[in-house]
């Protein structure tokens, strides 16, 4: 059976948007705003950013695709009883797609300002590349339990049984606050996708660590997902 038919193709575009705008406006917010002297949004700007990218999507398309935008978030939900299993592929493509799609279009801007340095370009990484100078163990550690704890709040506000109409506002200040914690640490992927796009443009190092920031997420999802399910599954029919 063909999966991509007009219904799920639906889906797929707004998967892919959203993960656009994510990437376009969480790590545009580092890239182009966070460094000015005195000016610039710092961490606390970034943190917010990323929270406001999830809020707006999970009203503007959370009716058409579920407004996962993130790997780890599909994997989750697949695990918790949430998402039927044929549409994960489909889903995790189009949300790397989209989030690629957001880091051309940041870079086409960033580059666009005289003496621009690619610099990070606003990638996760560990070690050298940690913001705090945070090693492997810290970052691996950080990206599964801030994972674990973004899907627990995702898997609780969508519940049948959650107040109706509060989940994305519960969702995105579940984000800012995951990255007020752990900028530091690994400027904060608990999305595969996200990491993935800045990687490719970062090149070198970014693309040897990028391991870590697809393999810790999905560990922390694949448990939130078994425990929420454990704790509060739905009902069925």
């Known amino acids: 059976m063909n999966y991509i038919n007009q219904p ?3 889906k797929l575009i707004a998967e892919f948007i959203g993960t656009f705008w994510l990437v376009l406006g ?3 917010s580092a890239v182009l705003a966070a460094g000015y002297p005195e000016l ?14 999830v809020l707006t999507m999970v009203y503007a398309i959370g009716h058409i695709s579920g407004c996962h935008l993130n790997p780890a978030v599909s994997i989750g939900l697949w ?4 998402f039927d299993k044929k549409e994960l592929i489909p889903y995790i493509l189009s949300q ?22 690619l610099g990070g370009f606003a990638a996760n990484g560990y070690g050298a590349h940690s913001p705090g100078g945070y090693n492997m163990t810290a970052a691996l550690v950080t990206e599964i339990v801030m994972t674990f704890m973004f899907l627990l709040i995702i898997l609780g506000a969508t519940h049948s049984s ?9 969702i995105g200040l579940g984000l800012t606050l995951i990255h007020l914690i ?30 870590l920031f697809w393999v810790a997420p999905i560990i922390g999802a694949l448990i939130a997902g078994a425990l929420y399910k454990a704790l509060s599954p739905e009902k069925k029919g």
């Open 8 to 10: 799920n193709m639906k």
């Open 26 to 28: 969480g790590c545009g």
């Open 40 to 53: 610039g949004i710092g961490f606390v700007g970034v943190s917010i950013a990323f929270g406001l990218t």
């Open 79 to 82: 695990i918790g009883g949430r």
């Open 96 to 117: 790397v797609l989209g989030g690629i799609a957001g880091a051309g279009i940041l870079y086409l801007i960033a580059t666009g300002k005289n003496g621009f340095e």
């Open 162 to 170: 959650a107040p109706k109409g509060f989940a994305g506002i519960a």
């Open 182 to 211: 752990s900028i530091p640490v690994t400027n904060t992927s608990v999305n595969p996708a996200r990491s993935t796009s800045q990687a490719l443009f970062a090149g070198d190092w970014a693309i040897g660590q990028l391991w």
